[in-house]
């Protein structure tokens, strides 16, 4: 079984940026897809971007143009490059790859 650990996540003003980090242990051998998704209080957990084995992207309207997802098949790791963020970007963020169970998450909070 694949097991997803996420970190990077903390406060910032608007404007700002982060880096989540998402690393995989366990059963794995590569990482073909992942994706981000974020879950805000009282929402839905929504998609906000994947890449594919090929690295495809693929991104939320609300987040194209200012978040870049990537992945390093070498260290098990994907990334997501959070900038220019908005209030609205304040969420739980979670990594998943089909093959692993959802992880804790990382809280990221966008807040002057």
């Known amino acids: 079984q694949v097991q997803l650990v996420e970190s990077g996540g903390g406060l910032v003003q608007p404007g700002g940026s982060l880096r989540l980090s998402c690393t995989a242990s366990?059963?794995?051998?590569?990482?073909?897809?992942m994706a981000w998704y974020r879950q805000a209080p009282g929402k839905q957990r929504e998609l906000v971007a994947s890449i594919t084995n090929g690295g495809n992207t693929n991104y939320a309207a609300s987040v194209q143009g200012r978040f870049a997802i990537s992945k390093d098949n070498a260290r098990n790791t994907g990334y997501l490059q959070m900038n220019s963020l908005k209030p609205e970007d304040t969420a739980v963020y979670y990594c998943?790859?089909?093959?692993?169970?959802w992880g804790q998450g990382t809280q990221v909070t966008v807040s002057s």
């Open positions: 998943k790859t089909p093959s692993a169970t």
């Open positions: 366990g059963s794995v051998v590569r990482i073909y897809y």
